[in-house]
């Protein structure tokens, strides 16, 4: 069955960065995109970025732009999103998320159909 | 770009149907047939529950069902359940290059 583990919880001053993983498995790593949502306290879904673990290109949404770098490792299915740069406003849950169709079956908004997610890491920044 | 419009709350008794709007533009909702809508308990990751306007992923009762007209998409939930009560979100691919844009939110509370 997939599944999408991630790591614990952090908590960072502001100013620094902090890199979040998700582990894959249960499927083939390099066959799908990997998505990265984040949510404020009591706020909505935010889409930070997608990456394509086959080849490592990115897309960012424009907000994010300059902080934030997702990266992968295919030896241990592992996919990585740095932000630097923090600030108190960078405080949520951070999840990793899977579309249902692989790269090679989607195009544009269908390889946003985000069917698997991870249990969500919290970041809080604070000083 | 903008988070997509929905409304705050709705609620409704077991049994009974209710309908979340989410209101984009030309470049989002209105441009694509690629509208989705996402559970989420508190506490719990988001989960799928249409997806492309009005396709439900297996595992999805069909109490759920997505349409969409012009640059609004709608999640009605027929025959209201208890376990149906959670926050509600749409998402829609849009032209911008933020590319993937998620609504307000709304609360379903099961009166």
């Known amino acids: 069955q997939v599944q999408l583990v991630q790591s614990g919880a952090e908590v960072k001053k502001p100013g620094a960065s902090v890199k979040v993983s998700c582990k894959a498995s249960g499927y083939t790593f390099t066959s799908y995109y990997m998505h990265w949502v984040r949510q404020a306290p009591g706020q909505g879904l935010e889409w930070m970025g997608i990456i394509n673990p086959s080849g490592g290109s990115t897309s960012y949404a424009q907000k994010f732009q300059g902080r934030v770098t997702m990266t992968r490792d295919t030896s241990t299915s592992t996919v990585y999103m740095e932000l630097s740069s923090l600030r108190s406003e960078d405080t949520a849950v951070y999840y990793c998320?899977?579309?249902?169709?692989?790269?090679?079956?989607?195009?544009?908004?269908?390889?946003?159909?985000?069917?698997?997610w991870g249990q969500g890491t919290l970041v809080t920044v604070s000083s | 770009q903008s988070a997509l419009t929905q409304p705050a709350s709705v609620s409704g008794s077991p049994g009974q149907s209710i309908t979340i709007s989410c209101t984009g533009t030309?470049?989002?909702?209105?441009?694509?047939?690629?509208v989705s809508w996402y559970q989420q308990h508190p506490g719990k990751a988001p989960k799928l529950m249409i997806y492309e306007v009005s396709n439900r992923p297996s595992g999805v009762p069909d109490r759920f069902s997505g349409s969409k007209s012009g640059n609004t998409a709608s999640l009605t939930i027929s025959g209201l359940q208890a376990e149906d009560e959670a926050d509600y979100y749409c998402s829609s691919y849009t032209s911008s290059s933020t590319l993937y844009v998620f609504g307000t939110g709304t609360k379903v509370t099961v009166l």
């Open positions: 998320a899977r579309p249902m169709s692989p790269g090679s079956y989607c195009s544009g908004g269908s390889c946003f159909n985000l069917d698997y």
């Open positions: 030309s470049s989002d909702v209105g441009g694509y047939n690629y």
